[in-house]
């Protein structure tokens, strides 16, 4: 039988990913490079394959490391879920927490509904609003834990998370091929449309608009209607639309970054539910 991964080396290994050198995460674990970097051996020695890609600038995530890394998160939070629950010493309080829109159509809710079953004492205001919305929101202190694109935010996320986007349209849309590609525009600055916009600008792809949208809800009635071809999470395609990638010329569809923020000096309650949610999007 094969022995259980120890948590220290979970540990270690969580720390230099989010750090990006073994230096800074042996700070934080308050231990020497030396002794940090023998765990990473031990640990990779152990599961029979290289986690990390070492460079003069840092380290970064092998696929394996990418598939462990979600695995390690998820059981250092049980064991601190463990410790406390044993302890007696459950979450309670009430956390203000912003989304982008985009985020209620993917797993979230039931990540959400997983962190009250285990923390039922808990209150979660949920506030769904733009980026930088979210981010004047955070900064005068209307939010708590918020996930939205970094690039609306001055402060640096606790943590990144990147998902596939998807080009999609209505089932009954019927495209000329001798004509511009129609598109469903976000009204006002989308750091998702901009690189829409270059990834097609890249492909010699001309484009018209079809359709505008002010809202998340509007961008999926306009998909809808086959007023034209738009960029969604693949969680997120109605079933009546489809994902029409590599149909009309289409260059690959271009990537959503998130960042998990938090509110400065978090309480125990914000910063358990920020982890929470990193871990649960990570699977």
Wanted: net charge neutral; aromatic share 6%.
């Amino acid at each position: 039988m094969e022995p259980d991964l120890d948590i220290r080396l979970l540990r270690a290994f969580v720390t230099v990913s989010e750090t990006g050198t073994v230096s800074r995460a042996a700070d934080r674990l308050a231990r020497t490079q030396a002794a940090v970097s023998m765990q990473l051996q031990r640990l990779e020695a152990e599961v029979g394959a290289q986690l990390l890609r070492r460079s003069p600038r840092g380290v970064s995530l092998t696929e394996a490391g990418e598939i462990l890394l979600a695995y390690a998160r998820k059981t250092i939070a049980l064991g601190e879920d463990a410790r406390r629950q044993i302890a007696g010493r459950k979450l309670v309080g009430r956390v203000r927490l912003g989304i982008v829109e985009d985020l209620a159509i993917t797993r979230l809710p039931s990540i959400i509904a997983d962190f009250r079953r285990r923390n039922p004492l808990v209150e979660i205001d949920l506030t769904s609003a733009s980026s930088a919305e979210l981010s004047r929101a955070l900064l005068d202190g209307r939010c708590d834990v918020v996930m939205a694109d970094p690039a609306r935010f001055a402060k640096a996320p606790k943590a990144h998370l990147s998902r596939q986007l998807v080009w999609c349209a209505s089932r009954m849309l019927e495209l000329d091929p001798q004509s511009e590609l129609p598109l469903i525009m976000f009204d006002g600055s989308c750091s998702w449309q901009d690189r829409m916009l270059a990834s097609l600008a890249g492909a010699g792809i001309g484009w018209r608009i079809g359709g505008r949208a002010s809202t998340f809800a509007a961008l999926i009635a306009a998909l809808r209607a086959g007023l034209g071809v738009g960029l969604l999470l693949g969680e997120g395609v109605p079933a009546d639309c489809e994902n029409v990638q590599g149909s009309y010329g289409l260059p690959s569809a271009p990537t959503a970054d998130f960042g998990v923020f938090l509110a400065d000096n978090p309480s125990l309650l914000v910063a358990e539910l920020a982890t929470f949610l990193e871990a649960g999007f990570e699977f």
